[in-house]
């Protein structure tokens, strides 16, 4: 039933929703994603909001289907180098990076990654904990293989060492492994890169990387987490207490001329969501929320902010802290603000601050915009030269846009835009 | 061939197995008749845990499967389709739901759900022993769409759809398209009259040769299913019918009228942001002193959710009032501006610099409209900055106001069986991952009939639809659940309950001969347009009529063990 060829890049939940959607429609899709499992950010959340719907629960089948449908060809582990031709009749030159693992014949038992000797800040917990120089990416990884991370592994860099070679039943370890560089005609591309995380060391003020008991909205979202790196127990990192009192801190970054002007859309939610997780956690803990406006617009977002009120002890006070010090006794931040309704400056003392860092676009989309031949924004959005008009369009012909590398954005408006570009390549794919 | 059950059990990261001793469970389930494995699982929806049960079933011999985990709403196909990867028929399976049903509503109480997820478990483990295999049922899709309601998304369905060329039939019940939007002076962030924007699609809609525009057109029935509806429309007081194979609803939303409220009604200058931009469109004279309050009817107790886009809305003609005169005086009485994401964050500060004043008002001390006669001509409101009440004189005071779900909802809810939420929206499959489709097959959803949505999204939502849309017109044929009801014609006495009971008229009479050649008229069912409700077969009086997957038998093993 294939007809005819899109490439989407990406593999986030847009990514996997406009190739599931394409290739339902009888479309052939290759989904790049430069990391070694699809999944993208959402992988990384415990629950979304305002269902408290499990993030992996509704994500997994997803995942799933995009790795078994027989129209979608997976490159994990992947980029883009170089995209040539036009609308209808592209063709993209794509590196297959080397895992030094065989595809085919890694069962995914994890028994290297036991032995491997070498370990390694996890950049999908947010920094926390460690992970081995051989690892998979999370504990639901599609494809479930491993791989070695060519930084980090001492054979690779001529050390002395073999271990996960001479463990693997499989024979699955390969070092000699080289990168693969593939050649496909497809007649329309989707970029679906998403977005990174603000680094907030920068934002001194708020003491991230000095105040061991503030964190990252998303080191937080990790540390709830069952499959996250304390199994989902929430503790202080000073101490591994329980804690019992936590403050956020909204539009840390965003918002901010010094940093980024435009507001992230999700943080006014994903605050109030970890606040009633954190209270189910520790049915005691109290939250409080420092906000600018609390952005609740979608639907069912203002319940769901009363329901943090009425059944789950969330404060929240119109504030913008100036400061965040510590208390050298019991290692707790204090936060510095000025109440505007009470017209009073306080500090007031929490167990744990977690800060609602701004998103930015993806740092790959630089080079990625590069290769496409289409327009960043200021801020390395995918900028839309049509406007409102076509929602989805780029500066190129026949490449489109969906989901927060366009503009930030909640997981429904991505998967709405996500399949409103799939409809856009049809359009392209019938009249080529 | 003796059955060999497989059970799976999930932990379902904390979400079961933080409440329920999952390792418990496994142990117990292993002492089950006809179980030959068991296992419990961090996620048995991950590859690792489907890979498991696609393995187990190969090496024990597995021909039944159980999983015990979520909801068969979002997971049941994909465990089905794993059985049949492994070459098990994927009606041999059966869905058991720790969570939803045991774990989240016994959070207190571990060890009662522990017990509670034993009996499910053995309820599941005597259904699935007695289940058949079944063979899925195909039926060819007419590679037609209906489309509800003209407006920017039905608009925007209706021209992808036919660019890729299905055809669309476009329902429009007022005498032009274009919807609120037409209603509508400018659109933000540009400022542009919406003209520039609606025109062009809607002259192209009129002219596509895949579009037929049915204008004043009500609809008044749908029968059918996926890939075969038949609907009915009435239009200049004749009735006509249409054969589509799927249908987007975009049938958009209305302004709230806030009677009573701020001097509504009584004022004559103080109105809506809508009936101001079709009052003064762009001749500003007078207007120079301006007070607009917003969340006018919206985030309060008898209507709590916000109108996402009024904030900026009211933005849009500040904006426009101020370039027209900028010594006018514009005060914008505000709780939270919601100015979400990139473009409208930069609007907002283009407003604050043009010199527009924001003032945050409490909810608990709403700002008060006053005047004399017909005209108001100041507001006083509580400024929580300051602390104290300010007076304000004013020519003219706009509400903004929220859209409010549309007039026939609930007629159309009744029609096509789809549903409406509590706001009085329509209800989508899925608020995360599902946001444009409808629970019924082949039903699809877009723009301000969903929740108030800006013109982008709109445009968007139509699109989005359009592609649910176009998949199974693509597909050409479309699967259905072999789990439908069955009549037995020598049981059947032709009493006609179940014909009436029926919600998708999927019965019918029909002749049948019996074992003596005798002829007499029997309800038989319509296996493609049953959605294995099991109305029929609960309320049949000479149990002639069985719900294949839920049998007596079946029901009545599982409700023998407990």
Request: charged fraction near 25%; charge should be negative.
């Amino acid at each position: 039933m294939t007809r005819k060829a899109a490439l989407v890049i990406g593999g986030g939940i847009a990514g996997i929703q406009a190739s599931i959607d394409l290739a339902n429609m009888g479309i052939q899709v290759y989904l790049v994603e430069k990391n070694p499992s699809i999944g993208g950010r959402m992988a990384q959340l415990d629950k979304t909001f305002p269902t408290n719907d499990c993030a992996m629960c509704i994500l997994a089948p997803k995942m799933i289907e995009c790795a078994n449908h027989e129209n979608i060809r997976l490159l994990t582990y992947s980029e883009l180098d170089e995209l040539t031709g036009h609308a209808g009749k592209f063709k993209a030159k794509i590196t297959k990076k080397a895992r030094f693992i065989e595809e085919d014949k890694c069962v995914g038992c994890g028994e290297c990654a036991e032995k491997c000797p070498t370990k390694v800040n996890d950049e999908f917990n947010a920094g926390l904990g460690k992970r081995k120089a051989i690892y998979k990416f999370f504990p639901q990884a599609v494809p479930s293989t491993y791989v070695i991370d060519p930084d980090y592994c001492r054979t690779l860099n001529g050390k002395k060492c073999g271990v996960c070679e001479k463990i693997c039943k499989a024979n699955a370890v390969n070092y000699e492994q080289k990168d693969e560089v593939l050649t496909i005609e497809i007649g329309a591309v989707i970029l679906a890169s998403g977005f990174d995380l603000y680094n907030v060391a920068p934002l001194t003020e708020y003491g991230w990387g000095k105040i061991k008991n503030v964190l990252t909205a998303m080191q937080f979202e990790r540390m709830i987490c069952a499959s996250g790196p304390t199994g989902g127990h929430l503790k202080r990192p000073s101490d591994d207490k329980e804690p019992e009192r936590l403050a956020f801190i909204q539009c840390v970054g965003s918002r901010d001329i010094r940093h980024k002007r435009y507001c992230s859309a999700v943080c006014c939610m994903h605050a109030t969501k970890e606040a009633i997780l954190a209270h189910e956690h520790c049915p005691g803990l109290s939250s409080t929320i420092f906000y600018m406006d609390m952005r609740a617009v979608g639907k069912g977002f203002q319940e769901y902010v009363q329901r943090a009120k009425d059944q789950y002890a969330v404060e929240y006070i119109r504030a913008r802290p100036g400061r965040v010090t510590e208390n050298d006794e019991n290692q707790n931040p204090v936060i510095h603000y000025e109440d505007t309704i009470n017209r009073e400056f306080r500090a007031e003392e929490f167990d744990m601050v977690i800060l609602s860092q701004a998103l930015v676009p993806a740092e790959s989309n630089l080079s990625i915009a590069e290769k496409l031949g289409i327009g960043l924004d200021e801020f390395g959005f995918v900028s839309n030269p049509e406007g409102m008009t076509n929602p989805f369009g780029t500066s190129r012909e026949g490449v489109f846009g969906c989901g927060f590398c366009q503009s930030p954005m909640d997981v429904p408006d991505s998967v709405v835009r996500a399949s409103a570009a799939a409809s856009k390549v049809a359009e392209v794919l019938a009249s080529a | 061939m003796s059955v060999r059950i497989g059970v799976f059990i999930c932990h379902c990261g904390t979400n079961i197995g933080g409440i329920v001793n999952v390792p418990e469970v496994v142990e117990y389930a292993q002492t089950l008749p006809n179980v030959a494995f068991t296992e419990g699982n961090l996620y048995t929806c991950s590859e690792d845990g489907l890979s498991s049960i696609r393995n187990n079933i190969k090496e024990y011999d597995l021909n039944r499967v159980v999983v015990a985990s979520c909801t068969p709403r979002t997971h049941e196909i994909l465990f089905r389709q794993n059985c049949e990867l492994a070459g098990l028929n994927k009606y041999l399976f059966e869905f058991v739901n720790l969570r939803e049903h045991c774990s989240w509503v016994h959070m207190e109480a571990h060890d009662d759900a522990t017990l509670k997820a034993k009996d499910l478990v053995r309820m599941g483990v005597a259904k699935v022993s007695l289940l058949t295999p079944q063979e899925d049922l195909s039926t060819d899709v007419i590679r037609a769409c209906l489309v509800i309601g003209g407006g920017i998304s039905g608009l925007s369905a209706s021209l992808t759809l036919a660019s890729q060329g299905y055809h669309v039939a476009l329902i429009e019940k007022k005498d032009r398209l274009g919807g609120l939007l037409k209603d509508i002076n400018r659109v933000f962030p540009s400022n542009e009259p919406s003209s520039h924007l609606l025109d062009p699609l809607i002259s192209s809609s009129s002219k596509h040769q895949n579009i037929d525009v049915y204008l004043e057109a009500e609809l008044i029935d749908v029968k059918g299913f996926i890939g075969n509806f038949t609907v009915t429309l009435r239009q200049n007081s004749k009735t006509k019918e249409l054969k589509v194979g799927t249908i987007i609803v975009s049938t958009g939303a209305q302004e709230l009228q806030p009677v009573g409220s701020f001097g509504y009604n009584r004022f004559d200058n103080v109105m809506t942001q809508l009936e101001f931009e079709q009052r003064f469109k762009s001749d500003f004279d007078g207007l120079n002193r301006v007070v607009m309050i917003n969340c006018v009817g919206a985030r309060i107790e008898e209507r709590k959710y916000c109108g996402r886009f009024c904030c900026i809305t009211g933005m849009k003609n500040a904006i426009l009032l101020k370039e027209a005169n900028p010594e006018a005086e514009i005060s914008i009485l505000q709780r939270d501006i919601m100015a979400c994401g990139k473009i409208f964050e930069d609007y907002y500060r283009t407003a604050l610099e043009m010199g527009i004043r924001f003032i945050r008002y409490n909810v608990d001390r709403p700002p008060d409209v006053t005047g004399s006669d017909n005209v108001a001509d100041k507001v006083r409101v509580y400024h929580e900055l300051m602390g104290k009440d300010i007076e304000i004189d004013v020519d003219a005071v706009l509400l903004t106001t929220p859209l409010v779900p549309g007039e026939d909802n609930q007629k159309l809810s009744r029609i096509m069986r789809i549903p409406v939420g509590n706001e009085g929206y329509f209800l989508e499959a899925h608020q995360k991952l599902r946001p444009v489709e409808f629970p019924s097959d082949g039903i699809f959803l877009a723009g301000c009939a969903r929740y108030p949505t800006d013109i982008s999204e709109c445009i968007s939502q139509g699109y989005a639809a359009a592609a649910k849309a176009a998949i199974p017109m693509a597909q050409g044929q479309v699967i259905t659940d072999a789990f439908t009801c069955e009549v037995d014609p020598s049981r059947c006495s032709a009493c006609g309950r179940c014909v009436e009971i029926c919600p998708f008229g999927a019965i019918d009479w029909a002749d049948w001969k019996d074992l003596k050649g005798k002829t007499r008229s029997v309800a038989m069912v319509n296996p493609t347009e049953c959605k294995g409700c099991g109305l029929c077969s609960s309320s049949c009086l000479s149990s002639a009529i069985k719900l294949k997957g839920f049998t007596d038998e079946e029901i009545l093993a599982m409700v023998n063990t407990v």
